[in-house]
Structures are given as structure tokens and as C-alpha cells.
């Protein structure tokens, strides 16, 4: 095989060949070319994840395809702060065409090394780069989470887990998982409803809220998780819970809908929830408040399945799809909505907690001789009590079989 390479230059003027700029100038062709090709690369960085954006991103500035300022934006979110996010990048310095190899992996190294510290010293503090970002918010859910437990967000809020599990035993990461997390700032009482007994406790997580039952739901894809798996896990959610108005499903269910939510197709995992939504008369927010707005972005295009639905209307509902890039191919949804008119929801009452007895203290002669003693002086009453009442029942079936007419 006979290749030949051939040198490109992104900023020469040549590669402007539409016919508006025939008459432009080369050197507002060369700017042109740089624009143009600033944007491409601005757009390409959206579309790789971690850890591999932030090495490309200070490729391209050491080509000169983004800028310093751009560049500290994109590797703010590398090591999170606990107080500014941003500040990880103020000190980062680019290196000299001079510096060799050796000094790059040093750099490298060393900035690894700082990223670890401040994982074990925040413990999983990396939610601090999307706090900030919703400070009025109440309620925050996060789907595929890979928590294991007992691993635990640092922050302030107060969180609920449904734990992922181990893809292999060796496993140092999870595979699923969904967390809930508070504003300590929420004036209702969030009562967190556990997994215990449901047939599939890995794909959702339920909550009540403000007179509100709501489930947080992840069904996978149809490569690893059957259309009828996930029918099942839907059908095994509760659609009432005693003291609610209303139930709230939501999230990713890998499930579309096509000219109902406005997406360019549909898929068979979309028909049966929209028949089940039909048989429960439950409502789809997305072909009403955000109809046509992608919720998944990816390299190879966009879909709406991150949905979200009722089973009565909502008071004052408000969807919003953000389009901060927070290293996830699911955008950022923020849905709103006023609870329903009276006090705030209080946590249940529970019952006094069953006194404990430490049976080591039997094992002293002394304090078994009291038990043994105070349980004998009890039964003499108790027994008592058995004989009068015994004594009663004779005496009425007596009464029964002798004084009653026939």
C-alpha cells in the first residue's frame, strides 16, 4: 500500500472555498479559517467524556485551537473544590514547546497525584461541580451513580442511596446506581421509601415529598435489559401510596416516543410505555413542556428518553433542559411544580424502639437468682388472673345452658 501524506494546515486561507468569500482578502480568509476551525474544536470537546477531554483540550491550545481562558474552563471541573470548582484551574500553567516529554509525565503525574488527594480528602466531593449550579433547587436525583456502598457524596445535603452493584467481584467501581440528594434549605420533609421489598430494587428509587409520590427510575438498555424487564419494573412500581395526591415517574427509561415528544424516531420499548401510560391515564410532560427538545446528547446524534410523567396534573409545572455539559451524554432536567395546598408533610411517628436485654448478666449467679425470683412473684399474679378469668367462662356457659329458654 502507497500512502502519501499530505500537509494540512487548518488556518490556511485555501480551505475557504465558498464562492461569497471569492473576492474576501486571504488574510480575512485566514481569520475566517480560524474561526471556523476554532468552533469545530470548541464543538468536538463537548462530545468526549473524561478523562481523555482534558489532555485533548491542552492539545488543541498548544495548537492554538482554543484559548487559555477557554482551557481553564474545561479543566475547572477536573479537581473539584469544596468551596470555588473553578479555582483548580487558576494555576494551571501551559507548558513551553521547550519542556520535553519527561516533563509533561511529571506534570501529569503530579497532577494526578493532587486529583487523588482531593478525591480521599472530599470523598466523592465531585458533586460540588453541579451544586452550585442549582442552589434553589430541593430535590436533586442522579441516575448511574456507580456508588458502592458505603460510599457517601461530600456535601451538606442529606442523601439517600439505592447502591449499585459489582460488575465483577474484583470490581472497584459499581455498575448502576441512584441517589437522592436534599437542600438542607427543602421546607418539606422528604420520606425516603427503601427498596427492601421490591421485585426489582436496583432500577428505581421512591420517595414522598410535599403530598407527592415520586419514583426515580433507570431502565437500561435494550441490549442488556429487555423491553419486557422493563415493563415489569414499571408495573411493579406503587402508582398510590396512602396521604399522596399524586405520582411522579421520571428519568431515563431508554424508551422513545417519536412525534409524541417530538423525536425523529421510535423504538418498540416507547410503544409499550405509551400503551401503559394510556392504561394508567398518565400524563408525558416532554410532549407538552419541552416538545422536540433532546434530552441525550451523543457523537452519533440526540434522543428524548430522559422523560418525565404524572398521574394527575401538576400545579404550575415548569420543565427546563440545561445545556451545561457536566462530563454526562444525559442533559441536566429541571422540572418544577407547586405542591399541593397545606402544611408541610411531617415524618412518620415511630413506635418506642424494643427494650434490649444483655443476657451476659445472667451468667452472675446473683442477678439470675433476681430474675428467677421477680419471674415467680409475676406468674403467681399471672396465674391468678388465668383461674378468675377460667372461673368466669364456667360460670357463663353455665348460665347459658340452664337459665336460657329453649
Not at 502519501?4 to 486571504?26: A, G, Q, R, V, W
Not at 513551553?96 to 497525584?113: F, G, K, V
Not at 422523560?307 to 409545572?317: D, G
Request: with cysteine.
Amino acid at each position: 500500500m502507497d500512502i502519501h501524506p499530505i500537509n494540512f494546515h487548518p488556518f490556511d486561507p485555501k480551505n475557504i472555498n465558498d464562492p461569497k468569500y471569492e473576492s474576501t482578502s486571504n488574510e480575512n480568509k485566514q481569520q475566517l479559517a480560524k474561526e471556523l476551525h476554532h468552533k469545530r474544536a470548541e464543538r468536538s470537546l463537548q462530545f468526549i467524556r473524561a478523562p481523555v477531554k482534558y489532555a485533548v483540550a491542552q492539545a488543541f491550545h498548544t495548537y492554538g485551537w482554543v484559548s487559555l481562558e477557554e482551557l481553564k474552563s474545561i479543566l475547572a471541573s477536573r479537581i473539584p473544590h469544596r468551596d470555588d470548582p473553578r479555582s483548580a484551574a487558576e494555576h494551571y500553567r501551559p507548558l513551553s514547546h521547550s519542556e520535553d516529554m519527561e516533563t509533561d509525565d511529571q506534570a501529569i503525574r503530579s497532577l494526578e497525584a493532587k486529583k487523588r488527594k482531593h478525591n480521599e480528602q472530599d470523598n466523592l466531593s465531585g458533586i460540588n461541580t453541579i451544586l452550585p449550579h442549582i442552589p434553589s433547587t430541593h430535590l436533586l436525583f442522579l441516575i448511574e451513580t456507580w456508588l458502592l456502598t458505603p460510599n457517601r457524596y461530600y456535601t451538606s445535603w442529606q442523601q439517600y442511596h439505592v447502591y449499585g452493584k459489582r460488575p465483577m467481584p474484583t470490581a472497584k467501581r459499581g455498575h448502576l446506581g441512584i441517589s437522592l440528594l436534599v437542600n438542607p434549605q427543602c421546607p418539606f420533609y422528604v420520606h425516603f421509601l427503601p427498596n427492601t421489598s421490591s421485585t426489582f430494587p436496583l432500577y428505581h428509587l421512591s420517595c414522598i415529598v410535599a403530598n407527592t409520590l415520586i419514583h426515580r427510575v433507570y431502565l437500561p438498555p435494550t441490549d442488556t435489559f429487555t423491553d419486557e424487564m422493563a415493563m415489569a419494573v414499571l408495573d411493579s412500581l406503587p402508582l398510590f401510596y396512602p396521604n399522596t395526591t399524586n405520582t411522579i415517574i421520571c428519568r431515563d427509561f431508554n424508551a422513545r416516543f417519536g412525534s409524541l415528544t417530538g423525536d425523529h424516531i421510535s423504538n418498540t420499548r416507547g410503544a409499550l410505555i405509551q400503551k401503559w401510560m394510556e392504561g394508567h391515564n398518565i400524563q408525558l410532560w416532554n410532549a407538552t413542556l419541552t416538545y422536540r427538545q433532546p434530552t441525550f446528547l451523543q457523537w452519533s446524534g440526540s434522543s428524548i428518553i430522559d422523560l418525565y410523567m404524572s398521574t394527575h396534573p401538576c400545579t404550575n409545572p415548569s420543565m427546563h433542559i440545561h445545556k451545561l455539559s457536566l462530563d454526562s451524554d444525559h442533559k441536566m432536567i429541571d422540572f418544577s411544580f407547586t405542591p399541593p395546598f397545606g402544611p408541610p408533610n411531617t415524618p412518620p411517628q415511630h413506635l418506642p424502639s424494643r427494650q434490649l436485654w444483655n443476657l451476659n448478666k445472667l451468667k452472675n449467679s446473683y442477678i439470675l437468682q433476681q430474675y428467677k425470683t421477680a419471674f415467680m412473684k409475676n406468674m403467681e399474679l399471672l396465674n391468678k388472673d388465668i383461674e378468675q378469668c377460667y372461673n368466669n367462662i364456667q360460670c357463663s356457659t353455665y348460665y347459658l345452658l340452664h337459665y336460657l329458654p329453649p
